[in-house]
């Protein structure tokens, strides 16, 4: 049975590479009819564009859009890991559709060798689909803690740059255009975020609402009092000196407390494996001559 299971399951990825193969060169061949009836030039198409375009036209699909906006929190963790295109979430729902496959195939494997005919195939696949199905999320979650952890970090630099901005007379649009051209390379991952923000200002959108935009999708509490004060800035006027440099001292405090945290948890975790490690060490220096001696003197009476 389990390799009749085997043999199903690789029948049917190779039938959806397939109709996926399919579909993809016969959305090619349209379009290339549809140049040649306008009378533009065909450009040639590489494998890269031809699997961007395929992945694209998953992640456009009916079950692509069903799935991408019954899950807000996969759409919200693909914007704070900052892959915010159609091909990124292509690839996610092709990994959440591939690794139940691929973790159901190896336990059809390991279920085909000898020694395993009498168990029973199907809680070690619902275990294996299910953790495939899980997976893909788990570790979009991780890099989007990580890229948030990257923002926490830039903040306080961030808050430098603009208070420098703000004292040469800059307005706060002015500001941020400024840290983007000019200080990429000091705050990389916020400069990527205020690019989009300066984009959606330029075509019309209110500043305000769009740094408030960010501070939600992105979820992260340094930038978010950052942008309040910015968008305090933008609305009202004034000068904003004071509670930026409030903003960066509480900022610094809050760092400074997180680091004693972990020293405190370092120097915990470091007595552990002192006791375990340097104890047993020093009682058989301390107390083995003593021993022996006990041994030594508990043979001669015998």
Known sequence: MPVTYLILAVILALAAIILVLSQSRAADREQRLIEQRLGSTQLPRSGG???ADM???VGGSGLGQRVQLRDEEVRL???QAGWGGNTPRSLYL???VLCPLL???GVLIVLAMPGHADTSPLLPLAFAGGIGFLLPKRVLAHFAGKRRDRLASEVILFIQLIRILFDSGLTVEQSLRVVCREGRSIVPVLATE???VLAHADSGLDLAEELEKLSKRLRVAELTDCCNVLRQMVRQGGSARASLLTLKQLFEDRRLTSLQEKVSKLSAKMSLVMMLLLFPALLI???GP???AITKALGSMG
Request: aromatic share 8%.
């Open 285 to 287: 220096i301390l107390a």
């Open 94 to 96: 092709l990994a959440v």
């Open 103 to 105: 973790f159901m195939a």
């Open 77 to 79: 963790l693909l914007q």
């Open 55 to 57: 992945l694209d036209r």
């Open 290 to 292: 003593g021993f022996l």
């Open 49 to 51: 564009r031809r699997m």
């Open 194 to 196: 205020l690019d989009g």
